[in-house]
């Protein structure tokens, strides 16, 4: 199965992915964690991305295309994937539809995230994450069991830099102004469903499992 999760940043998409692939173990690609990847390895990449991350911006559409689409070649994608935080925007959505379709895939289901964007921005700058390995939490409502240290593997668990309260805003514009009109993109294409992203996270996985069969 071949999944987008699309959203508000912080409607949940990665720890939907997460979850998912745990379970089924489909590969789950975040565009946001490749680049943070990258940066803390202090690749090329890493330094191009930095900027635009930093302040909110879209990295450059060639750039994210092709490493999504070089990620999909990779064998563990044959069966399924999760693609999250890409696509961003008409044209990497264009992109993708057309270097799938070279490949004879498409996209089975898209996955909107929604929620109250008042209470979604909330719950984005009280997100903390592991420094290490990015497993995500919340200074109310997800505590690691001793402060600051991962519950998954005692790394750091710090705040990310663009989940400041005023990148956050940027990234919401960023939102509003590219990724929202996918919505419509994939309507039109019938391939748009959504979930409750401020349910709890076992019931909005459950609803991911009862929309796309997986189980
Ligand atoms: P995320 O972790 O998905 O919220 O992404 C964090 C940041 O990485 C975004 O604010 C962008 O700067 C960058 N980014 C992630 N995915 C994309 C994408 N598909 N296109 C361009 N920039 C992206």
Same mark, same amino acid.
């Given at each position: ?16 992915? $997460? ?12 565009? *946001? ?13 890493? $330094? ?21 689409? !070089? ?25 993708? $539809? ?14 909107? /995230?929604?929620? !109250? ?8 700058? *009280? ?19 001793? !402060?600051?240290?991962? !519950? ?44 409750? *992203? ?6 909005? /996985? ?10």
């Amino acid at each position: 199965m071949n999944i987008i999760m699309l959203g508000v940043p912080g409607a949940g998409k990665g720890t939907i992915s $997460k979850e998912l692939h745990e379970k089924y173990n489909l590969p789950h690609i975040s565009t *946001g964690d490749i680049f943070r990847e990258n940066i803390k390895n202090n690749t090329e990449l890493g $330094k191009l991305a930095k900027s635009y991350i930093d302040t909110g911006k879209l990295v450059p559409d060639d750039v994210t295309i092709n490493i999504v689409v !070089d990620r999909l070649k990779r064998e563990d994608c044959k069966d399924g994937f999760i693609l999250d935080g890409f696509p961003r925007n008409i044209i990497q959505a264009d992109g993708l $539809k057309k270097a799938l379709s070279a490949n004879n895939k498409k996209i089975d289901v898209v996955i909107l /995230v929604d929620g !109250d964007v008042d209470k979604i921005i909330k719950r984005l700058s *009280g997100r903390r994450v592991c420094e290490k390995c990015g497993t995500p939490y919340h200074i109310e409502t997800l505590r690691p069991k001793v !402060d600051g240290v991962c !519950d998954t593997c005692g790394g750091k668990i710090i705040q990310r830099k663009d989940d400041s309260e005023e990148v956050i805003l940027d990234r919401i514009n960023v939102y509003n102004e590219q990724t929202k009109p996918l919505i419509d993109y994939y309507k039109k294409d019938n391939l748009l469903k959504s979930v409750d *992203g401020l349910a709890k996270i076992e019931d909005v /996985v459950k609803q991911v499992e009862d929309i796309t069969g997986l189980r």
